[in-house]
């Protein structure tokens, strides 16, 4: 059952994912890139992590992709936008950068995943029993990951002053 | 007595589906028609009372017509994304009420039936998570209809729904805090073990209020639509069934607004000054009782945002984006820092959780409302008019005094 579940899920997100990236209409694209997102969410439910499944819809496809949408619908792009890949280098350097993935996935496909990383089984949904499910993310993140969640803070801070003089070359 | 297990938690949960579903747009029905005779009643006519015994068939009367209207469909219009608008708006309104736990647990043969369609982990992240996906059937609807009303409303739409999220999830914050879990049976619990949180937590309540007439567009936040200015906003193109889709959205989403505030800050389904009804021999009577302790103060919620919707005027857009970063959400940041800093303190000082820690938690909401309050009014709106208007009289009489 969570196998028939896991492939549907799996199937929608890597369809949507293509019709994303082949889509001509930048809104059309924008609505199948909230279709993968919602699969992905789906599929965490399944490795048993409601709240990142929850923070997955939450942020990304309830308040990012909504911008997205809002943003192109105040540009009001047209249906045929110009793409970013341009001339025979583009396209050259756009086949290296899908080979480099290719390989990646390929090299990640052989390799056994270590032992470490694969819980015995029970092990998530005893922790959220016993501590709830945010409890479980809230304490490593804010005890043992402190330094690199902050600094995250950080890159987001330099995203938005980043922003702000891209938007307002005169301030 | 054990939860249910195995098919009949199947079928339990079928038939919670089917009456929590049917039960809402019941209520979205017989709410169409106490908002159209609510506002006859407050603007002093009569409003429909034609059909049927004082108009109570008005609905359905309406339902019928919608069914039978010309589904019209606008020429350039982008035609899938144009039919898929209502249904992102109807189904997010519907599914985000599936957490929420309407009454006690209720005993049965095969073993005590929860009273929410699913018990998630998450419990508010998911209500929060669904609700925020309903703003696409407002943009995409504006977008897709081809029309510069459509889209205006559309845009308004995405900009207040998003803004206002942020300060209703951060004055929810306060009640997760003083909560100390994300559970929506877990929160109504604590509540019963202690006080309501409106009083504790008065200040949050207040913006969660706010941000949720905003989240659910209506007066005094009805922007995208605003039928004065943009003819009827977003779904201005929309006729027949897909028009009264959105229409059910729009009280769906105050069903559950209102669920969600009575749930959070009003006890749940709990009963006021008597632990008979959370103490466990779980009985029917205790499910009825409680059942109907909790839609009571729904509808009371819901009677509110008529009230208000016949009371104030709209805001202006700049107005609106100003009140909701400039005031909301500063103030919600600021209430979640004083709550987790006092909440801290409670806990270092060691005082139990219960009455007494609720209490202490009221006088520092109170002394932090009048404040808040005090500083929004400034003597405008709280003996404002009226003391203007008095003012004016005793000026008056004393001229006429001086006179004779």
Same mark, same amino acid.
Request: aromatic share 12%; glycine share 8%.
């Given at each position: 059952?969570?196998?028939?579940?896991?492939?549907?899920?799996?199937?929608?997100?890597?369809?949507?994912?293509?019709?994303?990236?082949?889509?001509?209409?930048?809104?059309?694209?924008?609505?199948?890139?909230?279709?993968?997102?919602?699969?992905?969410?789906?599929?965490?439910?399944?490795?048993?992590?409601?709240?990142?499944?929850?923070?997955?819809?939450?942020?990304?496809?309830?308040?990012?992709?909504?911008?997205?949408?809002?943003?192109?619908?105040?540009?009001?792009?047209?249906?045929?936008?110009?793409?970013?890949?341009?001339?025979?280098?583009?396209?050259?350097?756009?086949?290296?950068?899908?080979?480099?993935?290719?390989?990646?996935?390929?090299?990640?496909?052989?390799?056994?995943?270590?032992?470490?990383?694969?819980?015995?089984?029970?092990?998530?949904?005893?922790?959220?029993?016993?501590?709830?499910?945010?409890?479980?993310?809230?304490?490593?993140?804010?005890?043992?990951?402190?330094?690199?969640?902050?600094?995250?803070?950080?890159?987001?801070?330099?995203?938005?002053?980043?922003?702000?003089?891209?938007?307002?070359?005169?301030? | 007595?054990?939860?249910?297990?195995?098919?009949?938690?199947?079928?339990?949960?079928?038939?919670?589906?089917?009456?929590?579903?049917?039960?809402?747009?019941?209520?979205?029905?017989?709410?169409?028609?106490?908002?159209?005779?609510?506002?006859?009643?407050?603007?002093?006519?009569?409003?429909?009372?034609?059909?049927?015994?004082?108009?109570?068939?008005?609905?359905?009367?309406?339902?019928?017509?919608?069914?039978?209207?010309?589904?019209?469909?606008?020429?350039?219009?982008?035609?899938?994304? /144009?039919? *898929?608008?209502?249904?992102? =708006? &109807?189904?997010?309104? #519907? !599914?985000?009420?599936?957490?929420?736990?309407?009454?006690? %647990?209720?005993?049965?043969?095969?073993?005590?039936?929860?009273?929410?369609?699913?018990?998630?982990?998450?419990?508010?992240?998911?209500?929060?998570?669904?609700?925020?996906?309903?703003?696409?059937?407002?943009?995409?609807?504006?977008?897709?209809?081809?029309?510069?009303?459509?889209?205006?409303?559309?845009?308004?739409?995405?900009?207040?729904?998003?803004?206002?999220?942020?300060?209703?999830?951060?004055?929810?914050?306060?009640?997760?805090?003083?909560?100390?879990?994300?559970?929506?049976?877990?929160?109504?619990?604590?509540?019963?073990?202690?006080?309501? /949180?409106? *009083?504790?937590?008065?200040? =949050? &309540?207040?913006?969660? #209020? !706010?941000?949720?007439?905003?989240?659910?567009?209506?007066? %005094?936040?009805?922007?995208?639509?605003?039928?004065?200015?943009?003819?009827?906003?977003?779904?201005?193109?929309?006729?027949?069934?897909?028009?009264?889709?959105?229409?059910?959205?729009?009280?769906?989403?105050?069903?559950?607004?209102?669920?969600?505030?009575?749930?959070?800050?009003?006890?749940?389904?709990?009963?006021?000054?008597?632990?008979?009804?959370?103490?466990?021999?779980?009985?029917?009577?205790?499910?009825?009782?409680?059942?109907?302790?909790?839609?009571?103060?729904?509808?009371?919620?819901?009677?509110?945002?008529?009230?208000?919707?016949?009371?104030?005027?709209?805001?202006?857009?700049?107005?609106?984006?100003?009140?909701?970063?400039?005031?909301?959400?500063?103030?919600?940041?600021?209430?979640?820092?004083?709550?987790?800093?006092?909440?801290?303190?409670?806990?270092?000082?060691?005082?139990?959780?219960?009455?007494?820690?609720?209490?202490?938690?009221?006088?520092?909401?109170?002394?932090?409302?009048?404040?808040?309050?005090?500083?929004?009014?400034?003597?405008?709106?709280?003996?404002?008019?009226?003391?203007?208007?008095?003012?004016?009289?005793?000026?008056?009489?004393?001229?006429?005094?001086?006179?004779?």
């Amino acid at each position: 059952m969570t196998l028939v579940a896991f492939w549907t899920f799996a199937a929608v997100a890597i369809a949507s994912a293509v019709l994303c990236i082949t889509r001509r209409s930048p809104v059309a694209s924008a609505l199948w890139l909230v279709n993968t997102l919602f699969s992905l969410a789906a599929i965490y439910v399944l490795l048993d992590a409601p709240f990142i499944a929850a923070i997955q819809v939450l942020v990304y496809a309830g308040a990012i992709m909504v911008l997205f949408l809002f943003v192109i619908m105040l540009l009001n792009l047209g249906r045929t936008a110009p793409g970013d890949i341009k001339g025979p280098w583009g396209r050259a350097v756009a086949v290296a950068a899908g080979l480099v993935l290719v390989f990646e996935l390929v090299a990640l496909w052989l390799a056994a995943p270590p032992g470490e990383l694969e819980l015995p089984a029970g092990t998530v949904a005893g922790t959220v029993a016993a501590r709830g499910a945010v409890q479980a993310v809230a304490r490593p993140l804010f005890q043992g990951y402190l330094v690199p969640f902050e600094v995250t803070s950080v890159l987001l801070l330099a995203a938005i002053v980043g922003a702000v003089v891209l938007a307002k070359r005169r301030l | 007595m054990s939860p249910v297990t195995g098919s009949a938690f199947f079928w339990t949960s079928v038939v919670k589906i089917l009456i929590v579903f049917g039960g809402i747009l019941s209520l979205v029905a017989f709410w169409t028609w106490v908002e159209r005779r609510g506002a006859g009643w407050i603007q002093n006519r009569l409003g429909p009372n034609r059909v049927g015994p004082e108009g109570l068939l008005q609905p359905a009367a309406d339902g019928l017509k919608n069914f039978l209207k010309e589904e019209t469909l606008p020429p350039f219009a982008d035609r899938f994304v /144009f039919l *898929l608008a209502p249904v992102m =708006a &109807f189904v997010p309104a #519907l !599914i985000t009420f599936a957490v929420v736990p309407f009454a006690s %647990p209720l005993p049965t043969p095969w073993g005590l039936v929860s009273p929410a369609i699913a018990d998630l982990p998450v419990g508010f992240l998911y209500i929060l998570a669904i609700s925020s996906l309903g703003v696409y059937g407002v943009v995409l609807a504006g977008w897709s209809s081809n029309n510069k009303y459509s889209l205006l409303g559309g845009l308004r739409g995405s900009a207040q729904l998003i803004s206002y999220e942020v300060s209703m999830g951060l004055s929810a914050v306060a009640v997760l805090v003083l909560a100390g879990n994300i559970t929506m049976n877990e929160i109504v619990a604590r509540q019963q073990h202690s006080v309501w /949180f409106v *009083l504790p937590l008065s200040v =949050a &309540f207040l913006t969660f #209020l !706010i941000a949720s007439f905003a989240e659910t567009n209506r007066l %005094p936040f009805d922007l995208p639509e605003a039928e004065a200015e943009l003819i009827a906003g977003y779904h201005t193109e929309y006729s027949a069934m897909k028009f009264s889709m959105f229409y059910i959205a729009e009280y769906s989403n105050m069903v559950t607004a209102s669920a969600l505030m009575v749930t959070l800050f009003f006890g749940g389904w709990d009963i006021p000054f008597t632990a008979w009804d959370n103490t466990p021999p779980w009985t029917v009577l205790k499910f009825v009782a409680t059942f109907a302790a909790f839609w009571l103060k729904v509808v009371a919620f819901l009677f509110a945002y008529v009230w208000v919707r016949w009371t104030l005027p709209r805001f202006r857009f700049d107005q609106l984006m100003d009140l909701g970063w400039k005031v909301l959400l500063p103030v919600a940041l600021g209430y979640v820092m004083v709550i987790a800093v006092a909440v801290w303190g409670l806990g270092a000082a060691g005082v139990p959780f219960g009455l007494g820690y609720g209490l202490i938690l009221t006088a520092v909401s109170a002394v932090l409302l009048g404040l808040l309050l005090w500083g929004l009014d400034r003597n405008r709106v709280i003996g404002g008019s009226a003391a203007r208007q008095r003012a004016r009289w005793l000026a008056d009489a004393a001229r006429q005094r001086g006179a004779a």
